[in-house]
């Protein structure tokens, strides 16, 4: 056997594979979601996603210290608010749970970075992403609210804010509207690429926003559909966002390549809350490597071009990562 070139010599030692490795991964690509809720020392478990809580103001500042201290760069905020309308006034109100958890973080740990979802779903008495006119979501209505909902997150301290609703047109009126706010340097995160997906359920449990009718598959995006989700990623850069994300992650990461390869933003992914599910379920049963199996599904998000990773897995993966 005369072989010119052996791949094999390359993976003998741990050293030598760690010097030739192609895709890093580190606590920097990741982001941290966190569920707040009124009240006080509030700390409700969410049963479908071990290890996830929803949390009072003063336990999510908590969390917070923590990823700060294993060097996550930043967290995204889901509320959860005090009471439910048709219009979702909670997500707009200059005292809402968000905003409040916003001030509170930022006067805690300055230096952590809050990105707050821009939605209606948890805060609408039907659990839809807008306002509803007949039976569906009406698009132009919805914007309005959600242009709101982003300034006052961006004037309560946020330093990104990222809409996940999926109406037409959002970022150039959020832009607009952030500018004529004088918040110029708030930058957008969009969910550009948000499919209608079965791995949403346990979020749903989480931020407690399960429609009461229907579905959202009128707005978010139908799986098989990769060419529109590039049109999505470019409408929505031209008018204005900063960054872009796709989500979920694994069973889209050929989205991420694409869109990774179509454009010159940073790119990131969700890894939604059923993919954490699945990975945790495994894992408790025994049937897999939970911390093997989380590096090896991060890593590959990265691989596939994310530049970051919105996941549950940030705290655990970065102890690992150090």
């Given at each position: 056997m005369n072989l010119t070139f052996r791949p094999r010599r390359l993976r003998r030692t741990p050293t030598l594979r760690r010097m030739v490795r192609e895709t890093r991964l580190a606590p920097d690509h990741l982001v941290y979601p966190l569920f707040v809720v009124p009240g006080q020392g509030v700390r409700n478990p969410v049963e479908s996603m071990p290890g996830v809580f929803q949390l009072s103001v003063e336990g999510i500042v908590a969390e917070c210290k923590e990823v700060h201290a294993l060097g996550i760069p930043a967290v995204i905020?889901?509320?959860?608010?005090?009471?439910?309308?048709?219009?979702?006034?909670?997500?707009?109100?200059?005292?809402?749970?968000?905003?409040?958890?916003?001030?509170?973080?930022?006067?805690?740990?300055?230096?952590?970075?809050?990105?707050?979802?821009?939605?209606?779903?948890?805060?609408?008495?039907?659990?839809?992403?807008?306002?509803?006119?007949?039976?569906?979501?009406?698009?132009?209505?919805?914007?309005?609210?959600?242009?709101?909902?982003?300034?006052?997150?961006?004037?309560?301290?946020?330093?990104?804010?990222?809409?996940?609703?999926?109406?037409?047109?959002?970022?150039?009126?959020?832009?607009?509207?952030?500018?004529?706010?004088?918040?110029?340097?708030?930058?957008?995160?969009?969910?550009?690429?948000?499919?209608?997906?079965?791995?949403?359920?346990?979020?749903?449990?989480?931020?407690?926003?399960?429609?009461?009718?229907?579905?959202?598959?009128?707005?978010?995006?139908?799986?098989?559909n990769l060419r529109e989700a590039l049109r999505e990623v470019l409408l929505d850069l031209d008018e204005g966002a900063d960054m872009v994300m796709v989500k979920p992650a694994i069973p889209y990461l050929d989205v991420v390549r694409a869109v990774r390869e179509a454009v010159d933003v940073p790119v990131a992914a969700y890894n939604v809350s059923g993919e954490y599910a699945m990975i945790r379920a495994a894992a408790a049963k025994g049937w897999i490597d939970g911390d093997a199996a989380m590096l090896e599904l991060l890593t590959g998000i990265r691989r596939a071009g994310a530049d970051l990773i919105v996941t549950y897995f940030a705290k655990d993966a970065a102890r690992l990562l150090g």
């Open positions: 905020l889901f509320g959860i608010p005090e009471h439910k309308d048709a219009t979702g006034t909670g997500a707009y109100a200059d005292d809402g749970i968000v905003q409040r958890a916003v001030r509170a973080i930022k006067q805690a740990v300055p230096e952590l970075a809050v990105i707050t979802d821009v939605c209606l779903c948890e805060y609408t008495d039907h659990g839809h992403c807008g306002v509803i006119e007949g039976n569906d979501v009406a698009n132009d209505p919805t914007v309005e609210l959600l242009v709101k909902e982003a300034v006052s997150h961006a004037r309560a301290g946020a330093d990104v804010v990222a809409p996940s609703d999926m109406m037409d047109g959002r970022v150039g009126a959020i832009r607009a509207g952030l500018d004529d706010a004088g918040l110029t340097q708030v930058p957008i995160l969009s969910y550009a690429a948000k499919f209608a997906s079965a791995f949403y359920g346990p979020f749903r449990d989480a931020a407690e926003s399960v429609p009461k009718f229907g579905d959202r598959r009128s707005y978010q995006m139908d799986p098989p």
